[in-house]
């Protein structure tokens, strides 16, 4: 199916399960395009429709979408969008879909969208998938070229230079695809990264509260300057962004020469959405240590201890230094965790 004859052009896939087949065959040759060319004027919507049957009940949401980008992948499309008539479940809950900006695609459970008017709700569906994927709400009109090359997630600046190394492949990807890769990470809201890890949460606040009365910490923190301060963030937001992306399995590998691109610009949006994340985690327990700082920590009890005043520097120093060791035992914290889960909080949006 296609639709439109201007440029520039968004080619997207749907995987099609046979048991919503006939419910949806005549809104997604008629309603889809035109709802698609109303919410994205300028663009020409190349669609295409393919029948696959999804696995057995109950089906896990993430395995699916990384089936749909799979497919999306050995099809040449921009964007996949899949339909199933399973519930799709992760973990205890049940979602009427999964959408990922990171892998640019999405997996709709045609059943959960109601009972009556279903042909509509999906169409109204697949098309704020789409939104979400190319990272705009239903107000934000972009022009179509800045659509047509969010939607390709790929640098049509970068030339294929035989035998280079993967670093400056990967410098030269991300260089020629800066907006692309801000709008990927701005669509996986790496802010919510921390409240989607309970564990990890959970045993670094422990870790915060426990350290904080430590008097050997009040010695270290006295005495550590601020490059030591800056370096110690650093290596403890290293620790927990590395453990959850290798912990998690959320590096991939090109199959093929012809994926490198999109595969780079998601390894990079992967990495800066968890980096983020674990930074926002660190802020976090940051401020939580200075106010617990102020409540816990007298201040003739410390000047005792290291001989230093107890001024807001030593305090923010303290609390600085618990935050990089709390944020460190959330690396055990991250390892505690599900892979799904992290997965989820990584770089999915469900409904």
Do not use: C
């Given at each position: ?327 460190i035992g959330g690396a055990l914290g991250a390892g505690l965790e599900d892979d799904d889960a992290v997965r989820a909080a990584a770089y999915t949006r469900t409904d």
């Amino acid at each position: 199916m296609t639709s439109g004859d201007s440029s520039p052009a968004v080619h997207l896939g749907l995987v099609v399960s046979p048991q919503v087949e006939g419910l949806l065959s005549a809104s997604l040759a008629d309603s889809l395009p035109r709802k698609l060319s109303h919410r994205f004027p300028g663009v020409q919507w190349l669609i295409s429709a393919v029948r696959e049957d999804s696995t057995t009940p109950p089906a896990d949401a993430l395995d699916l979408l990384e089936a749909t980008r799979d497919r999306m992948l050995d099809e040449g499309w921009d964007i996949a969008v899949a339909l199933t008539a399973l519930p799709l479940k992760q973990g205890r809950h049940t979602y009427s879909r999964q959408v990922s900006a990171a892998h640019a695609s999405g997996v709709i459970s045609v059943p959960a969208l109601g009972a009556t008017g279903v042909a509509t709700k999906t169409v109204d569906a697949v098309v704020d998938a789409v939104g979400i994927v190319l990272g705009l709400d239903p107000h934000d009109r972009q022009p179509p070229e800045a659509v047509a090359a969010r939607a390709r997630q790929l640098a049509t600046d970068v030339e294929d230079v035989p035998d280079e190394a993967a670093p400056v492949f990967a410098a030269r990807v991300v260089g020629g695809n800066l907006r692309v890769l801000a709008g990927m990470v701005r669509a996986n809201r790496p802010w919510r990264l921390a409240a989607g890890l309970s564990k990890s949460l959970t045993v670094a606040l422990a870790a915060g509260v426990l350290t904080l009365v430590t008097t050997d910490l009040w010695l270290l923190s006295a005495e550590y300057s601020g490059h030591q301060m800056v370096l110690l963030g650093l290596v403890s937001v290293a620790a927990v962004t590395g453990a959850l992306v290798v912990g998690a399995g959320l590096w991939e590998r090109p199959r093929r020469r012809a994926e490198r691109e999109q595969v780079t610009l998601f390894n990079v949006a992967t990495l800066l959405t968890v980096l983020t994340g674990v930074a926002v985690l660190h802020a976090a327990i940051f401020v939580a240590s200075l106010a617990g700082a102020y409540l816990l920590v007298d201040a003739d009890v410390f000047t005792g201890v290291t001989g230093e005043a107890a001024t807001p520097i030593q305090y923010v120093k303290l609390s600085w230094l618990v935050a990089g060791l709390a944020t460190i035992g959330g690396a055990l914290g991250a390892g505690l965790e599900d892979d799904d889960a992290v997965r989820a909080a990584a770089y999915t949006r469900t409904d």
